[in-house]
């Protein structure tokens, strides 16, 4: 624009009037009802006589629905992200868990005993990587001589691996189990004890330790776990024993995956499973499973294809927003990172942030579900009753089964704050605009849901217009086929 001096200057034009989304979302789909958090009386009803889930498919969706009370979050859990088989009973899940305990003990034994091995002589536990600074109070000084109880508990536990001896027995107080430390005292039991630690110590010998990646990966977790969640009571305060056992289950995790190593936000994940487990070695194996699942979001190509997936959708959904964020220089989605990979953690209070969590891994309203299976035989069945009943293929198989919930979730927000997307010229305006984004985690969900439904209904729809498209042009072709016949037989 020429300005009054003859000179040139860039204004930046805000469209007065926006472009429309590409979807209406504001439509009569069907949703499902929202409800309060599932209660220990309805968990209870779950189960039969011996303890057994009755339907796994019924608590995914008591759990999508409403999330979980607090006081049961640890039982439901504990199926939700497999410690124990939904068939398991009782009795089942109470040696699953001693045999759970005993091979994770062995486990830790094992890396701790490796890096000992491979230090220099003479050097310390802490120098060994045994323990880090943040696990006891600050030094006192010089001329202060007395231990603290963390300290001396701790030089208890390490006393064996230091002086190259095994340890006699398992603590499962320090475990997370003292009821087990009384009920496995009897000879009877310690036999049993001992004939398990045999078996896992077999077991664990087969998996090969690298010590020089166990202790690259040690620089990276003693960074990141002395500030995991330190705005939580949990895990507030100097030497909170938290920080030792999140540090030894993600050692023990990299020292038996380094092909997946360890990588920020991690910690992020495992607090959330140590703050609602509270034990250490049902901490571990709830943690395993879930990064065992997940392990790609942690890869670059993972990561990549996560986001693709969000701008995808997107871009079926709301094109017109699409192509802004690629003018402001956010096209590339690159900021829902964040939310992909911990679940809106730091988006929402912690509570509610558990509550995401669960709701997101009950896996309930997915495109490959038996839920999204239903809603689309629904739309078919519109669509059928719409075009006069007549039979053909449409194609359901278009719709993209890789869309996850959390990613109708991002493309929610993103379209929820389209008005105010459009009013920022520049990727400094956005940024701003999504640091200062404040959730409400109900809203967000029934929004996210009416969008996965809208989705569904707009692939079916769009599966019959290929379908009549395909048919409208056979028939054209048929009748210029025909006409081209009776020429020649004229």
């Not at 929202?34 to 008591?62: C, N, V, W, Y």
């Not at 509270?278 to 699942?293: D, L, N, Q, R």
């Not at 986001?307 to 997107?314: E, G």
């Not at 896996?363 to 719409?386: C, D, P, T, V, W």
Request: with cysteine; proline share 4%; hydrophobic share 35%.
């Amino acid at each position: 624009m020429l300005s009054h001096d003859g000179s040139f200057e860039q204004v930046d034009i805000i469209p007065s009037k926006l472009p429309p989304a590409g979807i209406e979302l504001n439509t009569d789909v069907l949703l499902t009802s929202r409800t309060d958090p599932l209660t220990r009386s309805q968990f209870q009803a779950m189960l039969d006589p011996d303890g057994r889930l009755i339907s796994e498919h019924a608590l995914r969706k008591a759990v999508f629905l409403g999330g979980v009370s607090p006081d049961i979050r640890k039982e439901v859990w504990s199926f939700l992200f497999g410690l124990y088989p939904c068939n398991s009973t009782t009795r089942e899940r109470e040696a699953i868990l001693i045999d759970n305990i005993v091979h994770y003990h062995e486990m830790k034994t094992r890396w701790k005993t490796m890096l000992v091995v491979n230090s220099v002589p003479g050097s310390t536990p802490l120098e060994q990587g045994l323990y880090a600074r943040y696990q006891f109070p600050e030094d006192p000084g010089p001329g202060c001589d007395h231990d603290s109880e963390a300290e001396r508990k701790l030089k208890e536990r390490l006393e064996p691996l230091v002086s190259g001896k095994r340890a006699d027995q398992i603590d499962f107080e320090s475990l997370g189990h003292p009821e087990l430390q009384r009920q496995y005292s009897t000879p009877e039991m310690k036999q049993r004890i001992d004939f398990m630690r045999l078996q896992a110590q077999v077991q664990v010998n087969r998996e090969r330790v690298d010590v020089t990646k166990l202790r690259s990966n040690m620089r990276v977790i003693d960074k990141d776990v002395p500030r995991t969640d330190r705005d939580q009571d949990y895990f507030r305060g100097k030497a909170n024993p938290r920080l030792g056992q999140m540090r030894e289950i993600l050692l023990t995790f990299v020292s038996y995956h380094d092909q997946v190593g360890y990588a920020q936000g991690m910690n992020d994940i495992l607090s959330r499973f140590l703050y609602v487990m509270g034990s250490e070695a049902e901490t571990y194996w709830c943690f395993k499973t879930y990064m065992e699942t997940i392990r790609n979001d942690f890869m670059e190509e993972g990561l990549t294809r996560k986001i693709d997936l969000v701008r995808m959708l997107l871009k079926e959904m709301d094109p017109a927003l699409l192509k802004h964020l690629e003018i402001v220089d956010l096209g590339n989605l690159f900021f829902c990172h964040r939310w992909l990979l911990l679940g809106f953690k730091r988006e929402f209070s912690y509570q509610d942030s558990l509550r995401c969590f669960e709701i997101l891994s009950s896996h309930h309203l997915e495109l490959s579900s038996l839920e999204a299976e239903r809603a689309l035989m629904r739309e078919e069945r519109k669509e059928f009753e719409n075009t006069g009943g007549d039979t053909r293929n449409t194609g359901s198989s278009s719709t993209q089964k890789d869309y996850t919930f959390e990613v109708f979730m991002c493309a929610t927000v993103l379209t929820e704050c389209r008005d105010d997307f459009f009013l920022c010229t520049d990727c400094g305006q956005a940024f701003s605009y999504l640091n200062s984004l404040k959730f409400d985690l109900d809203s967000l969900l029934t929004k996210s849901e009416r969008m996965f439904f809208v989705y569904c209904k707009k692939t079916v729809s769009d599966s019959f217009q290929i379908v009549e498209t395909k048919e409208d042009l056979s028939h054209s072709s048929s009748k210029q086929n025909s006409w081209s016949l009776a020429s020649i037989f004229r």
